[in-house]
């Protein structure tokens, strides 16, 4: 039988994938504590107004000290969470028991840098120009974040419980899967619930990513689809860094495509140009 009195920990990156963690466990799996059965989302699609069951382990502070919110119960009772917030640069783990690590994944790449820049650091995360200057602004901060960012660590360690971050937008039943060893049943009505919330109040995070799936699964599958959906500069510029990073270009001239693509077909012609040169 699980020690249902024993805490977690949730160690993440700046970005608020761990108060959503929080929320997830606490709403939808059974042995969890809840200190509040409804959902929050902040403006930006934070989930920080969501009741804590300690308080956090700030990146600020030298020592844990521990404090409890709530009377979570005695040994047999539900299981409590602690957050460990990080900050941005600091993946490396704390040695803790029972310790989950939200990582940085590949599809996670824009997710986790959008989020760093406009939920931690408080960015506008915005360009001035022509919309093809934009969007080269967008690519190039991408590739200059590659040498040593934070996105290129929080990667999978053996002594911790491993969740792509990119899985709590896109691979929603993997979670559920890896979760409910640790937090027992999960309530399926609850959680799909809280998810299609919680999407649409991210969803300017997950578009770009959500994009470059769309166009790499065409080109592998050579078929070919209409831009009929908006996708806004950052996720285009972020469309061209992947192209240029997948297939080892060093630049998909700006001005030449400053037209942005209308289709697939547009994007495999200018592939097709470029390398053939």
Same mark, same amino acid.
Request: charged letters at 25%; glycine letters at 6%.
């Given at each position: 039988?699980?020690?249902?009195?024993?805490?977690?920990?949730?160690?993440?990156?700046?970005?608020?994938? !761990? %108060?959503?963690?929080?929320?997830?466990?606490?709403?939808?799996?059974?042995?969890?504590?809840?200190?509040?059965? =409804? *959902?929050?989302?902040?403006?930006? !699609?934070?989930? %920080?107004?969501?009741?804590?069951?300690?308080?956090?382990? *700030? @990146?600020?502070?030298?020592?844990?000290?521990?404090?409890?919110?709530?009377?979570?119960?005695?040994? !047999?009772?539900?299981?409590?969470?602690?957050?460990?917030?990080?900050?941005?640069?600091?993946?490396?783990?704390? #040695?803790?028991?029972?310790?989950?690590?939200?990582?940085?994944?590949?599809?996670?790449?824009?997710?986790?840098?959008?989020?760093?820049?406009?939920?931690?650091?408080?960015?506008?995360?915005?360009?001035?120009?022509?919309?093809?200057?934009?969007?080269?602004?967008?690519? +190039?901060? =991408? %590739?200059?974040?590659?040498? $040593?960012?934070?996105?290129? &660590?929080?990667?999978?360690?053996?002594?911790?419980?491993?969740? $792509?971050?990119?899985? +709590?937008?896109?691979?929603?039943?993997?979670?559920?899967?890896?979760?409910?060893? @640790?937090? #027992?049943?999960?309530? %399926?009505?609850?959680?799909?619930?809280?998810? $299609?919330?919680?999407?649409?109040?991210?969803? &300017? =995070?997950?578009?770009?990513?959500?994009?470059?799936?769309?166009?790499?699964?065409?080109?592998?599958?050579?078929?070919?689809?209409?831009?009929?959906?908006?996708?806004? +500069?950052?996720?285009? !510029?972020?469309?061209?860094?992947?192209?240029?990073?997948? =297939?080892?270009?060093?630049?998909?001239?700006?001005?030449?495509?400053?037209?942005?693509?209308?289709?697939?077909?547009?994007?495999?012609?200018?592939?097709?140009?470029? +390398?053939?040169?």
């Amino acid at each position: 039988m699980k020690d249902l009195a024993k805490m977690y920990y949730i160690h993440y990156p700046s970005g608020g994938f !761990g %108060h959503f963690m929080v929320q997830m466990a606490s709403i939808c799996f059974e042995d969890v504590f809840c200190p509040q059965e =409804y *959902s929050t989302f902040g403006k930006d !699609g934070n989930s %920080h107004s969501y009741p804590l069951h300690y308080r956090i382990w *700030s @990146h600020l502070d030298p020592v844990y000290v521990e404090k409890k919110y709530y009377d979570i119960g005695k040994p !047999g009772d539900k299981i409590g969470i602690c957050l460990i917030d990080s900050g941005i640069h600091d993946d490396k783990d704390k #040695g803790f028991p029972n310790t989950i690590k939200m990582c940085i994944d590949d599809w996670a790449r824009s997710i986790v840098f959008q989020t760093c820049k406009e939920k931690a650091e408080l960015s506008n995360f915005d360009f001035v120009g022509e919309d093809y200057e934009i969007r080269e602004q967008f690519s +190039l901060a =991408y %590739h200059n974040a590659d040498p $040593n960012f934070c996105i290129n &660590k929080w990667q999978p360690t053996d002594f911790t419980i491993n969740i $792509n971050i990119s899985d +709590l937008f896109f691979n929603p039943t993997r979670i559920i899967a890896q979760l409910t060893p @640790h937090f #027992g049943y999960c309530n %399926h009505g609850k959680f799909w619930t809280l998810w $299609n919330e919680f999407c649409e109040a991210n969803k &300017k =995070y997950y578009q770009a990513q959500h994009l470059v799936n769309r166009v790499s699964f065409a080109l592998q599958s050579n078929f070919d689809f209409e831009f009929t959906k908006e996708y806004t +500069l950052h996720d285009q !510029g972020y469309l061209i860094y992947w192209l240029e990073r997948q =297939y080892n270009i060093k630049e998909i001239p700006p001005y030449d495509y400053r037209h942005w693509f209308k289709n697939t077909q547009e994007i495999r012609d200018c592939l097709n140009s470029i +390398l053939s040169q």
